[in-house]
């Protein structure tokens, strides 16, 4: 608690780690603290390159085309990843939250195959991806969490995959994103959107005016709450049951 | 019956004590916090940023019509005194570019479900003229088609001809203010204002005939010769036409700040302690015939949709007043007229000749405004509440904007302790309740969590007193 009375937000800052600690939403910290690694080690091994930033709103992190060279984990913020089609439309990839990865789809390229932009104020952490890996090698662990993380990117495809509809596609963008706030240790109902309503429509493939008409729906069954930006989950139970045939769980 | 609605109960005493000076509240932070640095392209950016909330705000319009057919001596308001009709074309295709520079800033999807025309005198404009204002704002923005909608109009029954009420129902006009302030002849003469009570009637029934969902009647306290007998008459006349809405406006004498007032005779003035009488007859007379006491100055028919929606908690406070329609971005057009959009409040220039090279060169006439902090945003929320609902859930606001009430408001409630002690609100770890004697001073409770009164300006604001 300040002096003045305001607590600290929800989301997104993560609580910052030291020389010796990790920040607490590290994307890496459980994997390497299990291989019996601390910080200290990993900056030994110059693995744990920056922590960079803050990149401000509207501001690019790396463009589509960039020299691949480093990962880098969100400590605080949200990153949008993008690209744009044959006719210079953007296509919405991905929205990062903290302690979420941004650049794994760049490993198999040598460039960035995507732009990566602050949607707020972003802090990041920045990996040299070839340490990184090469770490990988001796920690097992570390090289499952890679592949964990890697595989969370392909989430995307399901939601978008199925028959499903709108409100159905949109309960489950909303829970996934509700989950991995939960993941790091913030609110789970209470959620602060960074993204923009065309983002999320470009995102869930859907227009602009059908993200507002189905989010007043869900507000008039009472599942959420929707203030500007700020969007607090009053029915969970009936939310998961909406975005259960798209995330089957 | 909510807290709110009943009508307080009248304490000569404790008025007395507390009539000092304080903003009204349409909006927080007020008008006096605007700043020029903030213009068209800050306001811009604000309606492109309020499009992309998840759901963005439906859309509440006021245009503002500055001119008057001839001068009340009491009015505050920003009028120009004309008789020349030409100034209204010239004045209208102004405001009809402005709206077309105005409706591309907002998606397509946001309804506008409130259309308010203020003045001056809006009925300065012929029908046609209003009919021409709207049908631009249809190009430009897309009108709610739900029976909800408001379409209300500011009139002077002393311009309003036969068939201009029907004329203005065939355009969705649905609820009507009207003003009276006095119908005593000495007190009209004394304010240069003349009006019949039949040419009242007549419009008030033309409302009703042509289906408008509601009628307002404006009368103002402490005018010059003012007296308990004529002012109580006013009242019986008034009460008789069972308007849905009334608001009884305390006459605030600035002359220093109020041009106009300087016409007014001083020593005709009702003292203080005669003013307050004029408040309790008023009162006292609404209370008997069946009206509820919505906030401020504004009573309401039980049935009217303000009491219904006090009775929800969905009552709201902006630039027109008390409305039923929560959580709109307002779009101001006109000279002087006021928007918030957003975290944002922007205003036009004050004056014709500013706006009007504003709209000659196609630029949005924003003449100033601010953005909004978290503090501004929280203590918005806080003395909207106060002035909606009487009353302050405090673990709601602490979980809202994530603060330490008791913390966070330890200085404004040490200011809130000795109207603790003369019993005009409660406070409780939970919540502050302003009780029935603390409702006629509604502005006072909140003008203690005000963050711009409290702190030290180069220039003191001036408002008018509570009472």
Not at chain 1, 112 to 122: G, I, K, Q, R, S
Not at chain 1, 177 to 188: D, K
Not at chain 1, 224 to 241: C, F, S
Request: hydrophobic residues 40%; glycine residues 6%; aromatic residues 8%.
């Amino acid at each position: 608690m300040s002096p003045t009375g305001r607590r600290p937000r929800h989301n997104p800052i993560a609580d910052d780690g030291d020389q010796l600690r990790f920040c607490s939403t590290c994307a890496f910290s459980d994997a390497c603290l299990s291989q019996g690694y601390n910080k200290t080690d990993l900056m030994d091994l110059h693995v744990l390159v920056e922590h960079v930033g803050p990149y401000h709103e509207g501001e690019h992190i790396f463009r589509e085309g960039d020299e691949f060279n480093a990962i880098a984990a969100v400590r605080a913020g949200t990153v949008k990843t993008y690209v744009l089609d044959a006719s210079g439309q953007e296509q919405v990839l991905g929205f990062h939250l903290p302690g979420e990865i941004i650049g794994l789809n760049a490993i198999s390229e040598a460039r960035y195959p995507c732009n990566a932009v602050a949607l707020d104020t972003v802090m990041l952490c920045r990996f040299s991806f070839p340490k990184m890996a090469l770490l990988a090698t001796r920690m097992p662990g570390l090289q499952a969490q890679l592949f964990r993380l890697l595989s969370q990117d392909i989430g995307k495809a399901a939601l978008l995959a199925g028959d499903y509809s709108a409100d159905q596609r949109m309960a489950a963008f909303l829970v996934a994103l509700s989950r991995r706030f939960a993941q790091r240790g913030f609110s789970a109902t209470r959620l602060h959107l960074t993204m923009t309503r065309t983002d999320m429509a470009n995102y869930l493939r859907l227009a602009p005016e059908t993200v507002s008409r189905v989010l007043r729906r869900l507000q008039e069954d009472g599942r959420i709450r929707v203030d500007r930006r700020e969007l607090e989950i009053t029915d969970p139970a009936g939310l998961e049951d909406l975005a259960r045939a798209v995330l089957r769980s | 019956m909510p807290a709110m609605a009943a009508i307080p109960p009248f304490d000569a005493e404790l008025l007395r004590r507390y009539d000092r000076p304080g903003p009204r509240y349409t909006s927080y932070p007020t008008a006096p916090q605007f700043k020029p640095g903030f213009g068209a392209a800050d306001f811009a950016r604000a309606a492109r940023l309020s499009n992309d909330d998840p759901i963005p705000r439906r859309l509440s319009i006021y245009a503002h019509v500055p001119f008057c057919f001839s001068p009340c001596f009491y009015c505050g308001c920003n009028r120009i005194i004309t008789r020349d009709k030409a100034r209204a074309d010239t004045y209208l295709a102004r405001l009809v570019r402005e709206v077309a520079m105005l409706g591309p800033l907002f998606d397509r999807d946001r309804e506008v479900v409130q259309i308010h025309l203020g003045g001056g005198t809006p009925n300065f404009f012929s029908p046609s003229q209003i009919g021409e204002l709207l049908e631009s704002l249809d190009t430009h923005f897309r009108f709610s088609q739900s029976p909800g909608r408001d379409f209300s109009i500011e009139l002077d029954p002393r311009f309003v001809e036969a068939g201009d009420i029907e004329a203005l129902a065939f355009m969705g006009f649905n609820r009507a203010s009207l003003g009276v302030q006095d119908f005593d002849p000495a007190v009209q003469a004394a304010v240069n204002r003349i009006q019949s009570v039949q040419e009242t009637q007549a419009v008030i029934d033309a409302c009703r005939q042509h289906g408008f969902r509601s009628v307002n009647v404006d009368l103002i306290y402490g005018l010059p010769l003012q007296t308990r007998a004529g002012f109580g008459k006013t009242l019986d006349t008034v009460i008789a036409t069972r308007p849905d809405r009334l608001a009884v406006y305390s006459y605030a004498h600035m002359p220093q700040l109020f041009r106009p007032q300087k016409q007014i005779d001083e020593t005709q003035l009702p003292s203080a302690e005669e003013k307050l009488g004029l408040l309790q007859l008023a009162i006292e007379k609404l209370s008997a015939a069946g009206y509820r006491y919505i906030g401020m100055d504004h009573f309401a028919l039980p049935g009217d949709d303000l009491s219904i929606a006090q009775e929800k908690g969905g009552l709201h406070r902006n630039f027109m007043g008390y409305t039923t329609h929560a959580d709109c971005d307002l779009v101001g057009v006109g000279v002087s007229s006021i928007s918030h959009v957003g975290d944002t409040y922007s205003q036009n220039p004050r004056d014709l000749p500013s706006w009007e090279v504003a709209i000659d060169s196609g630029h949005l006439p924003t003449w100033r405004g601010m953005q909004l902090d978290a503090d501004d945003n929280l203590r918005a929320d806080l003395i909207q509440q106060l002035m909606c609902q009487g009353e302050v859930d405090i673990p709601e606001l602490e979980e809202r904007h994530e603060i330490n009430f008791g913390v966070y408001f330890a200085d404004a409630l040490a200011r809130l302790a000795p109207l603790q002690a003369d019993g005009l609100v409660e406070v409780s770890d939970t919540r502050i309740t302003a009780t029935s004697r603390g409702r006629l001073l509604l502005r006072i409770i909140a003008a203690c969590f005000d963050r711009y009164l409290h702190q030290p300006q180069a220039e003191p604001a001036r408002f008018s007193k509570a009472i």
